[in-house]
């Protein structure tokens, strides 16, 4: 495994993009009726590789945006790639359609069907040079269970190394230090038994009912088990100014994965924005504010991992 430390730290209607000269088009492109997204081509290209980016947790859509966030990160990725002649497909979670289709649930799995279900549309297609599964916090562990025997190589963007369990207790008990024993309890009750009754009410909204089965679903999966049964590139990359994960789960990912390169950026945030020491007070502010620049080294360091692939 290599490690590298860098100091400075995604056919129904066709838009062609004005930016940049035309140097990309934008295609509308549904995969099944739980998946639509946004693939983005560069022009006059023949053979290219193809990106998939999968979103993190929550009601996120396909450029990386929730009801009261807008950044953008997703989007601001897609096009950039392509001026490197990459070529992404960016899509809404189900979650987004879920009233739309009348979905009574939605588990973990479902999550991980629907990317395997965009892996199988873009290989019988046979029009990329490579497929590169893309995932961003939760999507990290989405994408390394879907890329198993059908990707050709794997990135993890800010993805925790331990199952959520161990990520929310240490999350909540940052906050309530005196709930963190019973919250172990609470979470090791509904690992075992697929439900639990025995939990601190201040954290009712988390075990609702609909909460506990998709919690169930999400729990039964440790990331770091995960990514070792990859036998693809893995590359690895974590922000260290990100307020949600912590610089030790890309590392307890990297020890366990076969093929990997783990790369902190400095400075980075969850939403792929530089926030220097002098800036930190704005750092959840970044998260809505779609106009501030990506992390100079994001796209570098993807390009890189992503054309080294066509040498291999």
Same mark, same amino acid.
């Given at each position: ?75 601001? =990725?897609?096009? &950039?790639?392509?001026?490197? !002649?990459?070529?992404? /497909?960016?899509? *809404?979670? %189900? ?71 161990? =990520?929310?207790? &240490?999350?909540?008990?940052? !906050?309530?230090?005196? /709930?963190?024993? *019973?919250? %172990? ?128």
């Amino acid at each position: 495994m290599k490690t590298f430390f860098l100091l400075i730290c995604l056919y129904t209607a066709n838009i062609t993009v004005n930016a940049q000269q035309n140097s990309y088009s934008e295609d509308t492109l549904k995969i099944d009726p739980f998946t639509e997204g946004n693939l983005v081509t560069p022009t006059g290209s023949k053979e290219m590789p193809l990106v998939i980016f999968i979103q993190g947790s929550g009601l996120t859509d396909r450029d990386g945006n929730q009801t009261t966030i807008k950044s953008d990160f997703a989007k601001k =990725i897609a096009y &950039e790639l392509a001026e490197n !002649q990459i070529a992404s /497909f960016r899509f *809404d979670k %189900r979650s987004i359609k879920a009233k739309e289709l009348n979905l009574k649930a939605i588990s973990f799995d479902d999550f991980v069907i629907d990317v395997e279900n965009i892996l199988s549309h873009f290989k019988e297609e046979g029009n990329f040079s490579k497929l590169i599964i893309a995932g961003h916090s939760q999507g990290s562990l989405i994408g390394m269970l879907a890329a198993k025997d059908k990707a050709d190589a794997f990135i993890s963007i800010a993805g925790p190394g331990k199952s959520i369990d161990h =990520i929310l207790v &240490e999350q909540l008990s940052t !906050q309530f230090p005196q /709930f963190k024993d *019973d919250l %172990r309890k609470s979470f090791d009750e509904l690992k075992q038994k697929g439900s639990t009754e025995n939990y601190p009410k201040i954290f009712q909204s988390y075990f609702q009912p609909q909460s506990q089965d998709f919690l169930a679903s999400w729990i039964k999966y440790e990331p770091s088990k995960e990514i070792a049964k990859l036998d693809i590139p893995v590359l690895i990359i974590q922000g260290t100014r990100d307020l949600q994960v912590k610089e030790e789960q890309a590392e307890i990912l990297n020890k366990a994965a076969f093929n990997s390169e783990l790369v902190f950026l400095k400075d980075m945030n969850h939403v792929f924005r530089e926030i220097k020491e002098e800036e930190k007070d704005q750092n959840l502010a970044s998260y809505n504010n779609p106009e501030k620049p990506l992390h100079p080294e994001i796209i570098p360091v993807l390009t890189d991992f992503i054309k080294n692939l066509e040498n291999k």
